[in-house]
């Protein structure tokens, strides 16, 4: 383990990886049954032990091989949004266009990473976005995965009648956010126990403290009746195996339809919420302090991950990606593929105790999002506040990723307003603010996507 791992190398434990890969399983078991929700039945139409297989699967291999290929604590698995937009398009063909098809321009992305990957296209991202825009980047995750465990426990909601004060109206708008309410709400109620447990557990510096808190949760919100572990008793363990979507995506079908804009819009958003996801986690776990050696890694784990897409959609399921919850396990000590190895195992395993993957409820893990924002927080410092040029576009990266539910908004854009305000600056200081080609060819893609496609 440690000759193979590099443990010692890396400061580490095979007890602290273990832990760190459980708790990074415990903060994304939730995509399990989520991504049932968007894709199965009643959303794209895929057989639900289908989709439940291929996420299983898919998640536990792609996440076995980062760890095993590419020595990183990054945990894979089906992307959110991504399968919100897969059902979109879906549904809104008129059935026009299958979940077979789907799976099919899924697939072709996939392609596309991996011809990008390996001529080292996507690799230069990491020389050619300055390192304040990639501190924003770190920071933006932290804040997005802040505010998706705000969401998930109802602790900040839309619509919300309650106390006044605590309500704010965005201007021109009909829409109110509230705290939730914290009389009524057990879920909400319970987010608070998680959320003081952890912060009291974290602040004693208590190993495995966002694991305690997130099993101590669940556990608490049994009572409460949170915790729904009724279906126990006659779950069934094993999905349907006449029900799979292993190898029906239809390659030719997406040809035949011309999907491309589809296939862009899967690509344009893996290509940032992937290098986002990737850059912020290793940097919150101290593997990009070498530059050199941090830059060859993201380039092997950008490939794992470009096999991971179409890798999901030959088994069943939208892009597999690398998942903001990665970060949880790196808060937990995680700092090698270990823990990435031990998550995906546990994917694996969730095959055969399903019922028991969905016991954990979003308001036993949404404190340990809420805290893992904290963490990340932190890479704040590095970005020069005091020179707008970069002060800005970081601004906008971090404020538009919780704002718009999107990593890809907030990376796209810091880095169109970075090439804007470099340009002008070249005019006054004799080009001395260097803009790499590759953020010239970005800018005009990403204002091609957004002029073209809009915001969706």
């Keep these: 383990m440690d000759r193979f791992f590099k443990l010692k190398e890396h400061g580490t434990t095979v007890k602290t990886e273990i832990i760190a890969g459980i708790t990074t399983f415990m903060t994304m078991a939730y995509i399990l049954f989520v991504n049932t929700l968007f894709l199965g039945p009643n959303g794209a139409g895929i057989p639900a032990d289908g989709v439940f297989f291929a996420t299983t699967v ?17 945990a894979l698995a089906p992307g959110m949004g991504l399968n919100a937009y897969f059902m979109t398009v879906v549904l809104s063909s008129g059935g026009e266009i299958t979940w077979q098809a789907a799976l099919g321009a899924v697939f072709i992305s996939g392609i596309i990473f991996i011809i990008l990957t390996i001529t080292k296209v996507r690799q230069l991202l990491l020389v050619a976005v300055p390192q304040s825009l990639k501190a924003a980047i770190t920071v933006g995750i932290g804040l997005f995965v802040a505010s998706l465990g705000l969401k998930m426990s109802n602790l900040i909601a839309a619509n919300l009648s309650g106390v006044e004060d605590a309500s704010v109206t965005i201007p021109g708008s009909s829409i109110n956010f509230a ?7 057990h879920d909400v109620q319970l987010t608070l126990i998680g959320l003081i447990l952890i912060a009291i557990l ?10 305690i808190g997130i099993v ?51 690509t344009f958003v ?25 830059e060859k890694m993201i380039g092997k784990a950008m490939l794992v991950d470009a096999v991971g897409v179409s890798t999901g959609a030959v088994l069943g399921t939208s892009t597999i990606t690398s998942f903001v919850e990665s970060t949880a396990g790196v ?33 036993a893990t949404a404190p340990a999002l809420i805290t893992v924002g904290v963490l990340m927080m932190g890479q704040v410092k590095s970005i020069e506040w005091d020179d707008f040029l970069y002060a800005f576009p970081a601004f906008l990266t ?15 854009a810091g880095i169109v307003s970075y090439v804007i305000l470099a340009v002008f600056s070249n005019l006054v200081n ?25 915001g969706e």
């Design 202 to 211: 974290m602040a004693m510096r208590v190993k495995g403290a966002l694991l």
């Design 331 to 363: 808060a937990e000590g995680g700092r090698t593929g270990l823990t990435s190895v031990t998550t995906g195992i546990l994917f694996i395993c969730a095959l055969f105790i399903a019922p028991l993957a969905g016991v954990v409820p979003s308001a």
């Design 58 to 74: 898919g998640a536990g291999l792609i996440t076995i091989i980062m760890g095993l290929f590419v020595n990183i604590p990054i």
């Design 270 to 294: 893996e290509l940032f919420d992937t290098f986002g996801t990737l850059v912020g986690t290793a940097t919150r776990a101290g593997l990009m302090e070498d530059k050199e050696k941090g």
């Design 430 to 454: 004799k080009n001395k603010v260097k803009i790499h080609w590759l953020m010239w060819i970005l800018t005009v893609l990403i204002l091609c996507r957004y002029i073209f496609l809009g």
């Design 216 to 266: 101590a949760t669940t556990l608490i919100g049994i009572p409460m009746g949170v915790t729904d572990v009724s279906g126990l008793s006659h779950a069934t363990w094993f999905p349907n195996l006449s029900d799979l979507a292993v190898g029906k995506l239809d390659i030719a079908g997406a040809l035949k339809l011309g999907l491309l804009e589809i296939v862009f819009v899967f």
């Design 179 to 185: 705290f939730g309410d914290f009389v009524h709400s």
């Design 398 to 412: 971090i404020i538009l990723m919780p704002f718009t539910g999107s990593i890809a908004n907030g990376i796209s």
